[in-house]
C-alpha cells in the first residue's frame, strides 16, 4: 500500500475515533444531568433509549455547525431509516394513504362487517410540532382500529420550523372537515360519531381544534363527537407548574425542551426561550386570570406531594409578550380558553402520566371542563412518562407498559 493512502486512512480513523468519543462525552454528560425517578415503568431501559436520542440529537447538532444539514432533518432522517419499521398489515385491517383537500392522510379499516354506520378517531401524532409522522404512530393507530373496530384517519399535517403556526392547525381542520364531509358516503362512517385525538403537541391541535370548530358553529358539519388527549401539551404560560420542577429533567420530554417546542410552533424565536421559562412574557393584566386556573391549588394533593417550591413574581417584560404573543391564544394554548369557548367543547378524555412535565396540563384542563360541567374521562398513569405511546410494539424499543395507555384510548373509542 503507498504510504500516502496509508496516512490518510490512519488519519480518517483518528477523525472518526476522535468525533465517537465528542459524541460519547456530550451524551454522558447529558445523561448525567437526566433524572429517572424509581417508580417509572421500565427506567433502565428509559436510560438506554434516552441515551439514543440525545445521541442522536448531539449528532445532528454537530452536523449543523459543520454546515452538513439541519439538526431536525438528520433526526427526522435517523428515526425514519433506524428506529420506524413498518410491519405486514394484519388480517382484519384495510390501510390506505390517501389525501384529504392535499393533506396527507393514512386510513385504517377494520374489514370485520358491521351492521350499522362505524365511528372513527381522526389522529394528530405527537413530535413538538417539529417531528413525528404518520408512520410514527402506525402501529398505535392500527391497534384502536382493530382492537375498537374504529376507523382511525392519522394525519400529516405540516412541521415546523419550515412551517410555523398556524400551519398545522389549519391542515388538521382541513384533514377533519374533508373527513366529516364524506365519511357517511365514502367510508360508512356516522360523522356525528367522529372523535379527534392524539399525543402530547398531536393532543394540543385536537383541543385546539374543537375549540375552533365550536366557534365557527356554521351548522355545515357537525363537530366532533369527542376529544382524546394523551399526555396534552396545553398552555406556554407558566412552565413553573408542580409538575415542570417535579419532572424537569425526566426523559424524554425536559422542561426546556417543552418551551423549545413552543417557540419552534409559533416563530422559531430561541433568543426568549429563558424569558418564557422564567415567565415574563405574562402580562400583568392577564396574571390574575391565568393564575386563577393555573393554581397548584386546583391539582389533587397527590400531586403536589413531592414538593414544590413558590416561585416570585416575575417582572413583566413587554417585548417578550410581543414576541411570543400568539403562543398565550387559545389556539395555541387550549387551557387559557375564556369559559364561553371551553363550554362549547365535546366530551374529553384525557390521559396523563405522572412523571412528565405537561402532567398537570391534563389535570388543571380537566379541572375547568369538570367546573364547567364538561363529561370528562381521566386516566392517570402512575409509573408512566412522556411520550410511552412512541414505544407501542416498536420491537427493540418497545416498553410493555405502553399497552395500557393505548387501550386506554381504545375503551373510550368504544364508548362513543
Known amino acids: 500500500m503507498d504510504i500516502g ?23 454522558y454528560s447529558e445523561l448525567m444531568n437526566s433524572d429517572i425517578p424509581r417508580g417509572v415503568a421500565n427506567s433502565g431501559k428509559l436510560h438506554m433509549v434516552h441515551g439514543l436520542f ?3 440529537a448531539i ?14 432533518s438528520f433526526s427526522r432522517w435517523f428515526v425514519a431509516c433506524f428506529l420506524t419499521h413498518l410491519n405486514p398489515v394484519p388480517a382484519g385491517l384495510r390501510v390506505k394513504d390517501l389525501t384529504f383537500s392535499e393533506v396527507p392522510v393514512r386510513v385504517y379499516e377494520p374489514t370485520a362487517v358491521c351492521d350499522d354506520l362505524r365511528r ?7 413530535g413538538g410540532w417539529v417531528s413525528g409522522s404518520i408512520d410514527s404512530v402506525d402501529e398505535v393507530c392500527r391497534h384502536i382500529a382493530k382492537e375498537s373496530g374504529t376507523i382511525v384517519v392519522s394525519v400529516g399535517y405540516r412541521l415546523a420550523p419550515e412551517h410555523r403556526y398556524p400551519a398545522q392547525l389549519d391542515d388538521c381542520e382541513t384533514a377533519t372537515c374533508h373527513f366529516l364531509s364524506v365519511a357517511e358516503a365514502e367510508f360508512s362512517v356516522d360523522p356525528r360519531r367522529v372523535a379527534v385525538g392524539g399525543d402530547s403537541t398531536g393532543a394540543n391541535l385536537a383541543a385546539a381544534l374543537c375549540q375552533r370548530l365550536a366557534r365557527r358553529e356554521d351548522g355545515h358539519l357537525p363537530s366532533p363527537c369527542a376529544q382524546v388527549l394523551i399526555y396534552p401539551a396545553l398552555q406556554m404560560a407558566d412552565f413553573n407548574l408542580p409538575s415542570y420542577q417535579q419532572n424537569h429533567a425526566v426523559p424524554i ?9 413552543f417557540l419552534q410552533y409559533i416563530n422559531g ?14 402580562p400583568t ?11 397548584p391549588s386546583n391539582l389533587p394533593p397527590e400531586c403536589l406531594a413531592q414538593g414544590v417550591s413558590e416561585q416570585p413574581t416575575p417582572e413583566y417584560d413587554g417585548e417578550v409578550y410581543h414576541a411570543i404573543k400568539p403562543g398565550l391564544d387559545h389556539e395555541v394554548s387550549p387551557l387559557l380558553a375564556d369559559d364561553v369557548i371551553i363550554q362549547k367543547t365535546p366530551p374529553t378524555f384525557i390521559l396523563t402520566c405522572e412523571y412528565d412535565v405537561l402532567r398537570d396540563d391534563g389535570i388543571l384542563y380537566r379541572k375547568r371542563l369538570l367546573d364547567l360541567e364538561k363529561d370528562v374521562t381521566w386516566q392517570h398513569v402512575k409509573e408512566g412518562f412522556h411520550g410511552m405511546i412512541n414505544f407501542f410494539n416498536q420491537g427493540w424499543l418497545s416498553f410493555p407498559s405502553a399497552l395500557q395507555v393505548v387501550d386506554g384510548v381504545v375503551d373510550y373509542v368504544q364508548t362513543l
Open 5 to 27: 493512502w496509508a496516512i490518510l486512512i490512519i488519519g480518517f480513523a483518528a477523525l472518526v475515533a476522535a468525533f465517537l468519543l465528542l459524541v460519547i462525552g456530550l451524551v
Open 54 to 56: 440525545v445521541g442522536i
Open 59 to 72: 449528532v445532528g447538532r454537530i452536523l449543523h455547525r459543520l454546515g452538513v444539514c439541519q439538526q431536525v
Open 120 to 126: 372513527a378517531l381522526v389522529y394528530f401524532h405527537g
Open 253 to 261: 420530554l425536559f422542561r426546556g425542551r417543552m418551551a423549545f417546542y
Open 269 to 282: 424565536d430561541m433568543s426568549v426561550c429563558q424569558d418564557v421559562l422564567e415567565g415574563i412574557h405574562v
Open 285 to 295: 393584566e392577564l396574571r390574575p386570570c391565568f393564575k386563577e386556573w393555573l393554581s
